[in-house]
C-alpha cells in the first residue's frame, strides 16, 4: 500500500510532460509579438488576431479529418474560392439571398467531398492526386463562372459572420463575431473527432487501414464522411474569410497547405493516426503568429512560404521515420 501511495504522482508527472508542444509554442510567439508590438496586447489587438485566424483554424480542424484518415484534401483552397465567388455572383446585392445561398454552397462542399471520398475509396486514386485534380477543376470553374475578375457583390447579411464585431463587451472591449463561430464549429468538430465512435474508427483507419477492415470497421464509409468533413468546413471558411476580405478570384489560394501545416504544428501525423482537433486549432494560431512575426520583422512574402515548406518536409520525414521505426 506504501508503495502505491509513493508512486501515484508518477502519472501526474508524464501527464505534464505530455502537454503539447504547441500549447507553449503559441504562448511563447504571442509574448514575443507583444514585447515587438506592444499594441497587440490591447484587446482590440489580439482580438482582431483571432478574427483574422478564424477561417484557417476553421478550415483546419475540418481538413485534419482526412489526415488522421490517412489521406490529404488539396481542395479545400478552392472549395473557399468557389464559395466566395458563386456566393457574390448569385447574391446580386439582395441581402436575402443569404439564407439560401449558405445552405446551397454547404450542399455544393457536401457534393464535393463525396466525389473525392468515392474517388479515393472505390477507384483507389491517391487522395494527393484525386483532390489536386479536384482543385484544379474547381479552380478552372470560378475562373470561368466569374470571367477572371471579381465579379458581384456579398451583401452585409452574408459579410455578418466575417466582418461584424459586438461592441462593449466587457474586459475584452470587442467580441467578433468569427470567434463565436471559431468557437462553436471548434467544439463540433472536437465532439466528432474525440467523443464519438466515428472519431475512434477515423483514427483506426488511419493507423492501420488493413487491421480496421478485419475488424469490421466500414474503412470506405469513414474515408467518404472524412471527406465530407473536410469539404464542409472549407465552405464554412470560404465564407468567413469572403466577409471579412471581400470578393477575388484567388481568395482561397493557398490555404490548403497552409491547413495542412497548422495540423503538422499541432502533432497531427502525416500519414495518419494521430491527430488533434484543439492542438491543430493551436497549430493555426501559432503559424499565424509565425506570419505576424515575420512581418514585423519586415521579411517579405516568400520568406513566409519557405518557412512553411520547411515545416512540410521535416513534418513528412518525421511521419515516415516514425512509420519505419514502428514497422508499419
Not at 75 to 96: E, F, K, Q
Not at 124 to 147: C, D, E, R
Not at 160 to 176: Q, S, T
Request: net charge positive.
Amino acid at each position: 500500500m506504501t508503495d502505491q501511495t509513493i508512486a501515484r504522482p508518477e502519472p501526474t508527472r508524464r501527464n505534464w510532460l505530455q502537454i503539447n508542444p504547441v500549447y507553449v509554442l503559441v504562448v511563447a510567439l504571442i509574448i514575443a509579438i507583444i514585447i515587438m508590438n506592444p499594441a497587440f496586447g490591447e484587446p482590440t489587438g489580439y482580438m482582431n488576431f483571432l478574427k483574422r485566424v478564424t477561417a484557417l483554424a476553421i478550415l483546419s480542424a475540418g481538413a485534419l479529418y482526412v489526415i488522421v484518415s490517412g489521406g490529404f484534401d488539396l481542395s479545400v483552397g478552392s472549395i473557399m474560392t468557389l464559395t466566395v465567388i458563386g456566393s457574390s455572383m448569385l447574391a446580386s446585392n439582395d441581402p436575402n439571398s443569404t439564407y439560401w445561398i449558405i445552405p446551397l454552397m454547404l450542399g455544393i462542399g457536401a457534393v464535393i467531398g463525396l466525389v473525392n471520398g468515392l474517388v479515393v475509396s472505390y477507384l483507389k486514386v491517391p487522395s494527393l492526386i484525386a483532390t489536386l485534380g479536384m482543385m484544379i477543376t474547381l479552380n478552372g470553374v470560378a475562373f470561368m463562372w466569374s470571367g477572371g475578375a471579381p465579379r458581384g457583390y456579398l451583401p452585409d447579411t452574408f459579410r455578418f459572420f466575417g466582418r461584424y464585431n459586438i461592441a462593449d463587451v466587457p474586459v475584452i472591449a470587442i467580441l467578433p463575431i468569427a470567434v463565436l463561430c471559431l468557437v462553436g464549429f471548434g467544439l463540433i468538430l472536437w465532439w466528432g473527432m474525440h467523443r464519438t465512435n466515428f472519431g475512434r474508427m477515423l483514427h483506426a483507419v488511419g493507423d492501420n487501414p488493413q487491421a480496421a477492415r478485419l475488424a469490421g470497421v466500414p474503412v470506405a464509409r469513414v474515408r467518404i464522411s472524412a471527406f465530407i468533413v473536410s469539404a464542409l468546413t472549407a465552405v464554412l471558411a470560404g465564407v468567413i474569410l469572403g466577409g471579412r476580405a471581400g470578393v477575388s478570384v484567388d481568395i482561397g489560394s493557398g490555404f490548403e497547405l497552409q491547413a495542412i501545416t497548422a495540423a503538422v504544428i499541432g502533432g497531427a501525423q502525416l500519414l495518419g493516426g494521430r491527430g488533434s482537433v484543439p492542438a491543430t486549432i493551436a497549430g493555426a494560431l501559432a503559424l499565424e503568429a509565425i506570419f505576424t512575426l515575420l512581418n514585423l520583422l519586415g521579411l517579405a512574402q516568400p520568406v513566409r512560404l519557405v518557412v512553411q515548406g520547411l515545416i512540410l518536409i521535416g513534418a513528412v520525414a518525421l511521419a515516415t521515420y516514425q512509420r519505419k521505426r514502428s514497422g508499419r
